[in-house]
C-alpha cells in the first residue's frame, strides 16, 4: 500500500496541471514509508506474523538513528521555512494580515514606510526548535527502550502500530490535498 502511495505522489506532482515535483513526493514517500516500517517494527513481539523483530527485546539502534535523523532534517527545513515565512504564528498586525482596522492617517502613512516589518516569527521558530530539542532528548536517553512494570516495551503493541498507521494516512492526505486543492480552489490562496 505504502509503495503504490509513492507511485500516486509521483504521477500527481508531475501532472501539468499540478504546480509539484519529484523532490517533495520523494521526501514524503520515504517518510511514509518510514512510518510503515516503524509501525510493522512496533507490533507486539509474541505476534506470530512479525518476522522483524522476534526475538528482539528493545528497539534497534538503526530504528533509533533513523528517527533521530528525520528528526534533524525536519528541525533543519522548519528552520530554513520559518526564517523567509510571515504567515506562521505571525501577529495580526504581519504585513499578511491586510488592511488596518482603523485608518491611517499621512503621518502614519510615511512612519509605515519606512518601518519595513521582518518577515520571520520568533515565535514559530523556537517552538519548532524546543520541540525537536525535547523529541531528540527523549530518542537519546532511550525513552523507547524502558521496560514497564508488566515487562513489556513502551513503543510495542497495537496502540503504537495504529497510531503509526494512521500518521503515515493523514501525511499522505495532507500531501495529496496540499497538490489537488489549489487546482480544486484556484480563487484561494494556499
Known amino acids: 500500500m505504502t509503495l503504490m502511495l509513492a507511485f500516486v505522489f509521483a504521477i500527481v506532482a508531475l501532472h501539468p496541471a499540478v504546480n509539484g515535483s519529484v523532490l517533495p513526493a520523494s521526501v514524503i514517500s520515504f517518510y511514509c514509508m518510514y ?3 516503524s509501525a510493522l517494527a512496533s507490533e507486539p513481539r509474541d505476534y506470530e506474523c512479525n518476522g ?4 528482539s527485546k528493545a ?12 528528526t534533524v532534517l525536519s528541525v ?11 504567515t506562521v504564528l505571525s501577529p495580526p498586525s504581519s504585513p499578511r494580515a491586510g488592511k488596518p482596522l ?3 492617517d499621512a503621518k502614519d502613512e510615511e ?7 521582518v518577515t520571520y516569527s520568533y515565535a514559530f ?16 536517553t532511550g525513552w523507547s527502550t524502558s521496560v514497564g512494570e508488566s515487562g513489556k516495551l513502551v513503543d510495542v503493541g497495537w496502540p503504537s502500530v495504529w497510531v503509526r498507521i494512521v500518521t503515515c494516512w493523514a501525511t499522505a492526505l495532507l500531501y495529496l490535498w ?11 490562496e494556499f
Open 35 to 37: 512510518l510503515c516500517y
Open 52 to 55: 522483524l523483530h522476534k526475538h
Open 59 to 70: 528497539v534497534s539502534t538503526g530504528s533509533l538513528t533513523l528517527g533521530l535523523v528525520t
Open 76 to 86: 533543519v527545513y522548519s528552520a530554513v521555512r520559518a526564517g523567509s515565512s510571515a
Open 102 to 104: 482603523l485608518p491611517l
Open 111 to 117: 512612519s509605515n514606510e519606512k518601518a519595513k516589518p
Open 125 to 140: 521558530f523556537h517552538l519548532i526548535f524546543s520541540l525537536a530539542s525535547m523529541y531528540s532528548a527523549m530518542l537519546l
Open 178 to 188: 496540499s497538490l489537488v486543492a489549489p487546482i480544486m480552489f484556484p480563487e484561494r
